[in-house]
Nanobody, 131 residues
Framework: QVQLVESGGGLVQAGDSLRLSCAAS????????MAWFRQAPGKEREFVAAVRFSWRGTNTYYADSVKGRFTISRDNAKNTMYLQMNSLKPEDTAVYYC??????????????????????WGQGTQVTVSS
């Protein structure tokens, strides 16, 4: 199991930027999938962005609502994943969670991963965007 710790959340105004970090501890893996999900009050947890790394190479996926504004990346040397969020909107307000799995089938999968694909989760970091 991998331990994940998110950081970087905060209170910003609409149009501002934030960068979330997700530090992973434990083993490093030759193939993996990592993702960001978010959950707003009264709503279900939803997919935001993901990165798959396997023999297929590195592939990224984004929810339509964040495409063009958010960028997911990973620094393998630091074992850390990032979510650069630009042009933030009030509707981006939520608790953001990072998730990870070393399952080879998930890592080599195609398309947006599902919440159930991930076995390790962080504790979440609050992002609040004021209008």
């Amino acid at each position: 199991q991998v331990q994940l710790v998110e950081s970087g959340g905060g209170l910003v105004q609409a149009g501002d930027s934030l960068r979330l970090s997700c530090a992973a501890s434990g083993r490093t893996f030759s193939s993996y999938a990592m993702a960001w999900f978010r959950q707003a009050p009264g709503k279900e947890r939803e997919f935001v962005a993901a990165v798959r790394f396997s023999w297929r190479g590195t592939n990224t996926y984004y929810a339509d609502s964040v495409k063009g504004r958010f960028t997911i990346s990973r620094d393998n040397a630091k074992n850390t994943m990032y979510l650069q969020m630009n042009s933030l909107k009030p509707e981006d307000t939520a608790v953001y969670y990072c998730a990870a799995t070393a399952d080879h089938q998930v890592a080599a999968g195609i398309g947006m991963p599902r919440r159930a694909d991930f076995s390790s989760w962080g504790q979440g970091t609050q992002v609040t965007v004021s209008s």
